[in-house]
C-alpha cells in the first residue's frame, strides 16, 4: 500500500524487526505472549483480593465489594 519502500541501510539492527518486519509466527507469538500476561495478571488480581482488607467501611458502593471477602 501507499508508497514503494525505500531503500534502507543493511547494518540497522532493532529489536521490533527494523524496516518493514515480518517476523515468522507472529500470531502464534502474540496470542503466547497475551496469555502469559492474563495469567501474570489474574494471579495478581487473586492475590490482591485475598490481601484486601479496608479498616473503614466505604460510604459508597465499590467494585471491590463484589470479591473482598469483607463483604461477603
Not at 540497522?12 to 495478571?41: D, E
Request: glycine share 10%; hydrophobic share 40%.
Amino acid at each position: 500500500g501507499g508508497t514503494p519502500r525505500k531503500p534502507y541501510p543493511k547494518y540497522v539492527w532493532s529489536p521490533a524487526g527494523g524496516w518493514w518486519g515480518q517476523p515468522k509466527q507472529w500470531k502464534r507469538n502474540t496470542l503466547i505472549v497475551g496469555a502469559g500476561i492474563t495469567a501474570v495478571m489474574a494471579f495478581v488480581f487473586k492475590k490482591s483480593a485475598e490481601l484486601e482488607k479496608r479498616t473503614l467501611y466505604p460510604r459508597v458502593w465499590i467494585p471491590s465489594m463484589i470479591w473482598a471477602k469483607q463483604f461477603k
